[in-house]
Nanobody, 116 residues
Framework: QVQLVESGGGLVQYGGSLTLSCTASGILFRIYDLAWYRQAPGKQRDLVAQLRSDGNTDYARSLKGRSTISRSNAENTVYLQMNSLKPEDTAIYYC??????????WGQGIQVTVSS
């Protein structure tokens, strides 16, 4: 059974930093593409950052330069470090792991709130 457990969210002040973690179990983690998405109230879920199994990364324009996605295959964990946070970064953040379009798993989501 695949399980994704997210942690590291919470309340942070404008300009602050947070690192989100998502630890997976029940899969061969190293072959999966990893991503973080976010969904603000009343909005669709959008891609924040993606890290493929070959090491290539993509970032949403809104967080490019302020975020870093990384992985630890030894710990089955994907991280999202975010800096210079703004109130508009407030959302529920979800980790996503995917392999071959068939195996597609989501975390339960974790709240990030940035106060102004």
């Amino acid at each position: 059974q695949v399980q994704l457990v997210e942690s590291g969210g919470g309340l942070v002040q404008y300009g602050g930093s947070l690192t989100l973690s998502c630890t997976a179990s029940g899969i061969l983690f190293r072959i999966y593409d990893l991503a973080w998405y976010r969904q603000a109230p009343g909005k669709q879920r959008d891609l924040v950052a993606q890290l493929r199994s070959d090491g290539n990364t993509d970032y949403a324009r809104s967080l490019k330069g302020r975020s870093t996605i990384s992985r630890s295959n030894a710990e089955n964990t994907v991280y999202l470090q975010m800096n210079s946070l703004k109130p508009e970064d407030t959302a529920i953040y979800y980790c996503n792991i995917k392999f071959a379009t068939v195996y597609d798993y989501w975390g339960q989501g974790i709240q990030v709130t940035v106060s102004s």
